[in-house]
DNA sequence: AATTGCTAAGTTTTT
DNA sequence: CTTAGCAATT
């Protein structure tokens, strides 16, 4: 039985409440992640169907830790026969599912919950029953649409084996309509379009309040071609996820019914980070049962400039009138002086639930703010710190870590760890899937498992040089438009190849050979017999593709050429591994592709275990740091244009701003250190810089200078310097 | 096709 | 000061 005595009343509160719609207010550290764990154990112990249970995230990593929690805690729940046939039924356990659900077995004294499908959801039933009945579904936003588009979205038209684009791969689909719908608009920014695109189809409140109304109006053009372009080539990206399996909810109500059913409790984590697509698919699901909680706090709501909506939080009352609050406000990982700090900040933002976190954890020691001339100096000393603490007080790295507002500001920082022999680690920055060979190779996974995906095709239709030049490619792209289908189509049209001279005619016939023949090989099943097909097959292909020899021929430097093969080596090395779960034995190549692109596109994060190994300081944003905690944390650049950043005074997000301090702040459990500096380097020149106004809301008391601060116990040495500095002072 | 040189711009980034 | 993107050149 589920021990509810380790959690204090507000936490247990939360999860004993498991009817209707709740909202739990999760202050920074405190529980989060347990309550909703807890809350999961605790529906199934009282009669809920584990598959009934829908746990959403916004990250892959969340999901993961949340899962294994989860199963973890069902591991010290009596087991319970099952529905179907996969239980033999020698469970000598006290306890089946239908006594549980009537109650009479029941040894605690609350309401059991009933089971929620109907009869005549039956046949639904059964079929999910089949595969994945035993386990509650835990994981993001994308990944629940994903599966839910890959069983129904036929009915929308497409086909089942979209593949889903990149952001880099929907600028290069917004660039190409860029580049056709007019040559008047050079100065537009594919990125700001890109941008507003979302904002739009997501149809958030203030979609493009802000944004340049020439650059609002071109994206506002553009987006009925970037649909229709994606929809030809049998794309999705990211918000379509979403979008498309809304649109199948409203357009096919009895794909909506059976995902009622299916999730019939359902849970939303960092619920101030959804935007109003996600909300809608949220309420959609739960307008009937209503049995939605979701979980999250509007201090740490800092995507809005990404689209997530913080009134879902803010106006609940709004859609769920009857939703019952809960916050959680005891903290357990900071000590009282930093979180009354915190709490002294974020007290200046106007629209808000109050809370005020507290600890049991003592007062701490006080906030020390450093005051540099310079971005160097600041760096220097803050490593100094770091080795100072390792030393004095066997602190080890990774227990400190750096936080910034930009990126750039790690370089100086980097470069005084380095130059200090301080091993470190950049979270965020280049990611993986922007380096070319891994784009390269996805395009070619893409391409096969969908040659109708024109920018995957082109990605990779001359590369290695196969003889289709630029010209031949724009040919092909026009005369793809013209007919209304897809480029690979054209390549096969005889009429489309009569257009070309007998030598590019030759080279296409060959390229379009070589696609057909692979995918042949790939739909066979008996390519799926030996052990680690994927891996095999993909060394084999590139090979044939004469791709390695072309990575390498392409890079000058051999060491950066066998860096780049080492990459892709890596990156094929797991396809195998990669959704391993749900693989049925003959299963054909191009479905296992499928699973794995599709893992590989909603979760970015595999080189995490790699990066999170060993003794390392960890240098990082303080958007990417939502959701960690480190001993001792260190806040640089706390200047006014930096953290409220500049542009934040334009576009009127100085909450978001102090918001994002405040996130910063809460990572810290033992001491935090802040630091602003007199002058900083802005593109090549030394500007200055005032200390940001952010400061100025902590509480004095709670703050210490170091230039004030003398060493604690008083020795001759310090006194004399202290005697010295007063000296200087008055003299 | 590949290399060089010029210009312009320069937050944050879960999927 | 960087760096990415593009154009012009070999």
């Not at 112990?45 to 829908?54: N, V």
């Not at 409790?265 to 109003?276: R, S």
Request: aromatic residues 6%; glycine residues 6%; neutral net charge.
């Amino acid at each position: 039985m589920l021990n509810l005595n380790v959690l204090n009343p507000q936490q247990r509160q939360a999860v004993e409440t498991l009817r209707g719609p709740v909202l739990i207010l999760a202050g920074a550290g405190t529980g989060k992640t347990r309550v909703i764990t807890y809350r999961v154990a605790r529906l199934i112990e009282k009669g809920a169907a584990p598959g009934h249970i829908l746990a959403v995230t916004f990250t892959n990593k969340a999901a993961r830790e949340m899962q294994e929690r989860v199963t973890d805690l069902l591991r010290t729940l009596p087991k319970r026969r099952e529905h179907g046939s996969r239980n033999t039924g020698h469970d000598n356990d006290s306890t089946d599912h239908t006594s549980r659900l009537t109650g009479h077995s029941s040894t605690i004294n609350h309401q059991p919950l009933t089971i929620a499908p109907p009869l005549s959801d039956a046949p639904t039933l059964q079929r999910f029953n089949a595969s994945t009945i035993q386990r509650p579904t835990i994981c993001t936003f994308h990944s629940l649409c994903v599966r839910i588009l890959r069983q129904y979205i036929d009915r929308l038209g497409y086909k089942k084996n979209f593949v889903i684009f990149s952001e880099s791969e929907q600028l290069g689909a917004i660039k190409k309509i860029l580049s056709h719908i007019s040559a008047q608009g050079e100065k537009t920014d594919p990125q700001a379009i890109l941008g507003l695109l979302s904002r739009f189809r997501n149809g958030g409140s203030q979609a493009a309040a802000f944004a340049d109304p020439s650059v609002a109006a071109m994206a506002a053009h553009v987006r009925a071609r970037y649909e229709s372009a994606l929809r030809a080539c049998n794309v999705v990206d990211f918000d379509d996820l979403i979008l498309l399996t809304l649109r199948l909810f409203e357009e096919h109500p009895d794909v909506l019914t059976s995902c009622r059913a299916r999730y019939r409790y359902v849970m939303v984590d960092e619920y101030q980070d959804t935007n109003a697509a996600q909300f809608r698919l949220v309420h959609s699901l739960t307008q009937e049962h209503r049995d939605l909680c979701v979980v999250g706090d509007d201090d740490q709501s800092i995507y809005g400039w990404r689209g997530a909506e913080i009134a879902n939080l803010l106006d609940m009352e709004k859609h769920y009138p009857e939703v019952k609050v809960i916050k959680l406000e005891q903290n357990y990982r900071s000590t009282n002086t930093i979180l009354t700090a915190a709490n002294a900040l974020i007290k200046h933002n106007v629209r808000r639930r109050g809370k005020q976190l507290w600890s049991k954890n003592g007062h701490g020691t006080k906030i020390t703010l450093h005051t540099f001339a310079n971005e160097e100096e600041e760096a220097r000393t803050v490593v100094e710190e770091i080795e100072c603490a390792r030393m004095a007080r066997r602190v080890p790295w990774s227990h400190q870590a750096i936080l910034f507002r930009t990126n750039q500001q790690s370089r100086p920082l980097e470069t005084a760890l380095r130059h200090a022999g301080v091993r470190y680690h950049l979270v965020g920055g280049q990611s993986f899937f922007d380096r070319r060979e891994v784009k390269d190779f996805l395009a070619y996974v893409k391409a096969l498992v969908n040659p109708h995906d024109d920018v995957s095709l082109l990605r990779i239709a001359n590369v290695p040089p196969r003889g289709l030049s630029d010209v031949t490619m724009e040919r092909l792209l026009a005369a793809s438009q013209e007919r209304h289908c897809s480029v690979f189509a054209a390549m096969k049209n005889p009429a489309v190849q009569a257009t070309f001279l007998a030598k590019a005619r030759e080279c296409l016939g060959a390229f379009v050979e070589f696609i057909e023949r692979t995918r042949g090989w790939l739909a066979d099943e008996s390519s799926a017999r030996q052990p680690s097909p994927l891996q095999r097959w993909a060394e084999k292909f590139l090979d044939e593709a004469g791709y390695w020899d072309d990575l390498r021929r392409g890079e000058k430097d051999k060491e950066a050429a066998e860096n780049r093969v080492r990459n892709l080596r890596d990156l094929i090395a797991t396809m195998d591994a990669q959704g391993s779960a749900g693989i049925l034995p003959g299963q054909p190549l191009t479905e296992r592709l499928q699973m794995f692109l599709d893992d590989l596109s909603l979760d970015s994060e595999r080189e995490d275990e790699k990066e999170a190994q060993g003794d390392a300081v960890t240098l990082i944003t303080m958007h990417s740091c939502k959701g960690l905690e480190f001993p001792h944390v260190y806040v640089v650049g706390l200047e006014d244009g930096l953290l409220p950043h500049a542009r934040s005074k334009v576009e009127g997000t100085l909450d978001e701003e102090r918001r994002l301090f405040y996130v910063a702040m809460t990572r810290a459990m033992q001491t935090l250190t802040l630091t602003h500096c007199a002058g900083r380097k802005r593109y090549g020149q030394l500007l200055p810089c005032h200390p940001s106004p952010f400061l100025n809301e902590l509480p004095p008391e709670l703050v210490e200078h170091a230039e004030d601060r003398v060493s604690e116990p008083v020795t001759v040495e310090s006194g004399k310097n202290m005697f010295a500095s007063m000296r200087a002072a008055v003299g």
